[in-house]
T-cell receptor, first 114, second 112 residues
């Protein structure tokens, strides 16, 4: 079946540091890939997405590239801010083989200190 | 913007009570989902629905049921609440298969 493995946390960075959160996936079909973010006390919200190989998703300074050859979708940001402190989830959705259900990673907690 | 509204942010119920969690989306999405989120266990899918009156079991359906009488509304029912159902419950919707999910803000349920 499908699975998503993401970097274990928690991750603590200083403001303006470079961020990478690793995500790899296993899927039998051709999934769409997503990063969601969850701020304290809220539900998840879509951060960025990519629907096919070599696509780059980007939003709010975050980027991730769909790498089919390495089955990866690593999240990066060049300079993090305190307001980026949240839990980040990598996910995939493969409507061809999994009836559209999403598979989530376990989440990575990011804390950014001033 | 899509809005997914969960009727309660916090609920406290007693063991054995029947509990209803309501979720409404305002963008005519086909698919709706109920997840529970627990520390160390991530998000686990309870039930989902592709259409009115349609429902499919997710990964952990035991002890739960759902109702979708109208396209915009998806209810999660705990037939007889137990303490191990204390959790954060998240409702989500998506336009179609493979589309991103839109989540509500969650309902934190405590069963005592």
């Amino acid at each position: 079946g499908n699975s998503v493995t993401q970097m274990e946390g928690p991750v603590t960075l200083s403001e303006e540091a470079f961020l990478t959160i690793n995500c790899t996936y296993t899927a039998t079909g051709y999934p769409s890939l997503f990063w969601y973010v969850q701020y304290p006390g809220e539900g998840l919200q879509l951060l960025l997405k990519a629907t096919k190989a070599d696509d780059k998703g980007s939003n709010k300074g975050f980027e991730a590239t769909y790498r089919k050859e390495t089955t990866s979708f690593h999240l990066e940001k060049g300079s993090v801010q305190v307001s980026d402190s949240a839990v980040y989830f990598c996910a995939l959705s493969d409507y061809n083989t999994n009836a559209g259900k999403s598979t989530f990673g376990d989440g990575t907690t990011l804390t950014v200190k001033p | 913007d899509v809005k997914v509204t969960q009727s309660s942010r916090y609920l406290v119920k007693r063991t054995g009570e029947k509990v209803f969690l309501e979720c409404v989306q305002d963008m005519d999405h086909e698919n709706m989902f109920w997840y529970r989120q627990d520390p160390g266990l991530g998000l686990r899918l309870i039930y989902f629905s592709y259409d009115v009156k349609m429902k499919e079991k997710g990964d952990i359906p035991e002890g739960y049921s759902v109702s979708r009488e109208k396209k915009e509304r998806f209810s999660l029912i705990l037939e007889s609440a137990s303490t191990n159902q204390t959790s954060m419950y998240l409702c989500a919707s998506s336009l179609r298969d493979g589309s991103p999910l839109h989540f509500g803000n969650g309902t934190r349920l405590t069963v005592t």
